[in-house]
């Protein structure tokens, strides 16, 4: 009797968590299918902008601190744009620079924070346009953004996040009660009935086989995309558990921060990087706003599994260039490489082509489980009546 009833409780937790979030998983799941692979369909939409152009005869391509500092004065001098708050490098020859701008004072009708992007070409070093990343629009340059904000924020800002993080805890919950539910006995003939799709003629067999074995293979898939949705969204419901079991530094502390004397230029912060980590590739530096703020560097090492801008940070002193924080995955606490491995899984970078390309199956799924987990539960709802 226990065993039936709990077997009740947890199918009605699995259709009602279905009923209630089930458009906004497939939301989400098609999103994400979309922007596992958002810089080369961002980089295809917008060739003019994000593309470079074709290098002069014996012209090499070469990123330096001597070019980004370049690349940072010639924006500063002009009245157009001014000096920008974060500068993201070329990662190859055919990528461009992208200055960004925080706009203050601009408010955005979805509540959502928009950043000015300018792109700079690494050859000719001349603006090739620019962009505000945030806003929501079908064009061509806002169409990846807005995908992206759909996805992470719904649109709505702090909001959205909280919702779309209410949405992972409860497909966690789905994806768990879902095995428990398939679940057979351990039998070889009932985990092959289990795991096997058939029709037969019938529509409603077809879509409860289905579901059933599809549900069981994306189940695992689906709980850690949920798992790492809750991490990003609702840190505060994971980090302190994952302390307790192995240490997270607290990254708002900083220590010996210098009060006086001028601000070292891009070109120093990015050559102090350099020297920690020689075999790296320098992908973004946060200007200071402030003298007092110190410069925030992304650095991707070779052998991390965060590919893009890489998971390295280092925080140095704006004015003395001392190193005042290093964040390395590779050298991190159990805990700290525990959380960096939620990213790269999420996305799919963790493991390259491949990895996106399941991340892309998998965020289908819940639109197939909708659909036929809609076929089942109003067949039993007719049939009851």
């Known amino acids: 009797m226990s065993k039936r009833l709990s077997k009740l409780l947890i199918g009605k937790l699995h259709l009602y968590a279905g009923l209630w979030f ?3 998983f497939v939301l989400l ?3 994400g299918s979309a922007i ?6 961002d980089a295809w939409l917008n060739p003019t902008l994000l593309q470079a152009s074709k290098p002069a005869q014996g012209q090499v391509f070469q990123v330096t601190p001597a070019t980004v500092q370049t690349v940072v004065d010639r924006l500063t ?5 001014g000096k920008p708050s974060q500068i993201n490098p070329p990662s190859d020859e055919h990528d461009v620079y992208v200055a960004s701008y925080r706009q203050k004072g601009k408010p955005d009708a979805f509540q959502v924070a928009i950043v000015r992007q300018v792109m700079v070409d690494p050859y000719t070093l001349q603006v090739k346009g620019e962009r505000e990343w945030g806003r929501f629009g079908l064009s061509r340059p806002l169409l990846m953004s807005g995908m992206f904000h759909l996805h992470r924020y719904l649109l709505t800002g702090d909001v959205g996040k909280t919702i779309t993080g209410i949405s992972g805890v409860a497909l966690l919950l789905m994806a768990l009660s879902g095995i428990w539910l398939w679940w057979p006995r351990l039998q070889w003939k009932a985990i092959r009935r289990a795991l096997t799709v058939s029709h037969g003629g019938s529509w409603p067999r077809f879509n409860y086989t289905f579901h059933k074995a599809a549900g069981f293979v994306a189940a695992p898939v689906l709980a850690l995309l949920a798992f790492s949705g809750i991490y990003f969204n609702l840190p505060q419901l994971v980090v302190p558990v994952v302390g307790m079991v192995s240490g997270v530094i607290d990254k708002d502390k900083l220590s010996n921060v210098s009060q006086h ?3 070292i230029s891009v070109a120093v912060a990015m050559s102090a990087a350099q020297q920690l980590y020689p ?6 530096i946060a200007l200071p706003a402030k003298p007092n703020v110190p410069y925030d560097i992304r650095v991707r090492q070779p052998d991390e599994i965060a590919q893009g801008d890489g998971a390295t940070r280092i925080t140095l002193d704006s004015r003395s260039g001392q190193t005042l924080r290093i964040s390395d995955p590779l050298t991190a606490s159990k805990g700290e490489r525990f959380l960096g491995w939620q990213f790269p899984l999420h996305s799919g970078q963790a493991f390259g082509v491949v990895g996106r390309s399941i991340i892309m199956l998998f965020g289908l799924m819940p639109l197939a489980f909708l659909l036929t987990g809609s076929m089942i539960w109003w067949k039993r709802r007719r049939s009851k009546k």
């Open 36 to 41: 596992a692979w958002m810089p080369e369909l």
């Open 22 to 24: 089930g458009a906004l």
């Open 261 to 263: 004397g001028p601000v």
């Open 77 to 81: 001098a002009d009245p157009a744009y």
């Open 279 to 284: 075999h790296g590739q320098v992908s973004r």
């Open 29 to 31: 799941g098609l999103t």
